[in-house]
């Protein structure tokens, strides 16, 4: 049995206080997001913030015995408030100092703060479980305690790289037959090729790349190691592409293009042969990203059986809408 807590030496924590967040908080954020149990790249100020002329920010931080132990990314337009819009997923960010009680806690004045801006709702996008280095779901129990609903599940893709999965038959035979075709993969040094690849490849479905190649530099440059290029060359000409976040546990294939010929010759599956079988082997997941369209609505079957013939399968992405 647990043995009972003596009345005389148990003391009780401060419950958290919410406030909104400012740019001096900008280095304690990051601090936080880098010890948090589910926040990675995408949530450190000098990503969020690289596009910052786009949204009006109001995130918050959440301090206790005056240190900050969680953050929430958001940004409100028209009474709205999402967290965050320019992010696949944020909601709270949170450290091994904020317990269930205090979420709680915590979601009650998050919801006073943005009602005293006069927001109406908040769209929650949710970080999946994949993303997680330690259990953090404390928020989905308080989002359902709040009366948020689910209003949007996308899939995406992951492979567990620790555990055993395998290419289809078809994808090794399509290894090997770009190995022969004299393939060479190499760490690209600067984006232009990749962008103007992966422009003309998305042209074709009439959509464009979430990032400018101006973006992409100034990424890349504040965030080296993490933001990373892997090329597939032939005699020097790019053949395919593959932009990868590297969250640490996880890495993410933020973009995937192939020229006319890398397709002709498979090219794109020996960079993510390599990538997968090789270079991030060592990690827990290779994230594919989702494979949904029309807010989640409709499965793009031809690409998400793509990703499946690497071994990967599904998880979902979830998004809740709480009114205020």
């Given at each position: 049995?647990w043995p009972k807590?003596?009345?005389?030496?148990?003391?009780?924590?401060?419950?958290?206080?919410?406030r909104?967040?400012?740019?001096?908080?900008?280095?304690?954020w990051?601090?936080?997001?880098?010890?948090?149990?589910?926040?990675n790249l995408l949530?450190r100020?000098?990503?969020?913030?690289?596009?910052?002329?786009?949204?009006?920010?109001?995130?918050?931080?959440?301090?206790?015995?005056?240190r900050?132990?969680?953050?929430?990314p958001?940004?409100?337009?028209?009474?709205?408030?999402?967290s965050?819009?320019?992010l696949?997923?944020?909601?709270?960010?949170?450290?091994?100092a904020?317990?269930?009680?205090?979420?709680l806690?915590?979601f009650?004045?998050?919801?006073?703060?943005?009602?005293?801006l006069?927001?109406?709702r908040?769209?929650?996008?949710?970080?999946?479980h994949?993303?997680?280095a330690y259990?953090?779901?404390?928020?989905?129990?308080?989002?359902?305690?709040?009366?948020?609903?689910?209003?949007?599940?996308d899939?995406?893709?992951?492979?567990?790289?620790?555990?055993?999965?395998q290419?289809?038959?078809p994808?090794?035979?399509?290894?090997?037959?770009a190995?022969?075709?004299g393939?060479?993969?190499?760490?690209?040094?600067?984006?232009?090729?990749?962008h103007?690849?992966?422009?003309?490849?998305l042209?074709?479905?009439?959509?464009?790349?979430?990032?400018?190649?101006?973006?992409?530099?100034?990424?890349?440059?504040r965030?080296p190691?993490?933001?990373?290029?892997h090329?597939?060359?032939?005699?020097?000409?790019?053949?395919?592409?593959?932009?990868?976040?590297?969250?640490?546990?996880v890495?993410?294939t933020?973009?995937?293009?192939?020229?006319?010929?890398?397709?002709?010759?498979?090219?794109?599956?020996?960079?993510?042969?390599?990538l997968?079988?090789s270079t991030?082997?060592?990690?827990?997941?290779?994230?594919?990203?989702?494979?949904?369209?029309q807010?989640?609505?409709?499965?793009?079957?031809?690409?998400?059986?793509?990703?499946?013939?690497?071994?990967?399968?599904?998880?979902v992405?979830?998004?809740y809408?709480?009114?205020?």
């Open positions: 049995m807590p003596s009345r005389r030496t148990s003391t009780v924590a401060p419950m958290p206080a919410v909104r967040y400012v740019p001096a908080d900008a280095d304690a990051d601090a936080l997001v880098e010890r948090s149990r589910n926040g949530h100020r000098g990503y969020m913030d690289y596009h910052a002329d786009r949204f009006v920010d109001c995130s918050l931080v959440v301090e206790q015995h005056g900050i132990v969680a953050v929430f958001a940004d409100i337009r028209d009474k709205l408030v999402t965050h819009g320019g696949t997923y944020a909601g709270l960010i949170s450290g091994q904020l317990r269930a009680d205090a979420t806690a915590v009650g004045q998050m919801a006073d703060a943005y009602r005293a006069g927001a109406q908040i769209v929650y996008k949710a970080v999946p994949v993303f997680h259990p953090a779901e404390e928020d989905l129990y308080a989002l359902q305690r709040m009366g948020a609903r689910l209003t949007r599940r899939l995406s893709s992951v492979i567990a790289l620790q555990e055993p999965f290419f289809t038959e994808r090794r035979r399509a290894v090997r037959k190995g022969r075709a393939i060479s993969l190499h760490v690209g040094t600067d984006p232009a090729s990749f103007a690849l992966l422009s003309e490849v042209r074709q479905h009439h959509v464009a790349p979430t990032h400018s190649l101006q973006e992409l530099r100034l990424l890349q440059a965030f190691r993490q933001i990373v290029l090329e597939a060359r032939r005699e020097g000409v790019l053949l395919a592409g593959a932009l990868i976040y590297d969250l640490g546990r890495v993410h933020q973009y995937l293009a192939a020229a006319e010929e890398g397709r002709r010759l498979d090219a794109l599956s020996f960079l993510l042969a390599g997968i079988g991030y082997a060592d990690r827990r997941y290779f994230s594919f990203g989702i494979s949904t369209e807010a989640g609505a409709v499965l793009n079957s031809g690409l998400v059986t793509q990703k499946e013939y690497f071994g990967a399968r599904g998880i992405h979830d998004c809408e709480w009114p205020l």
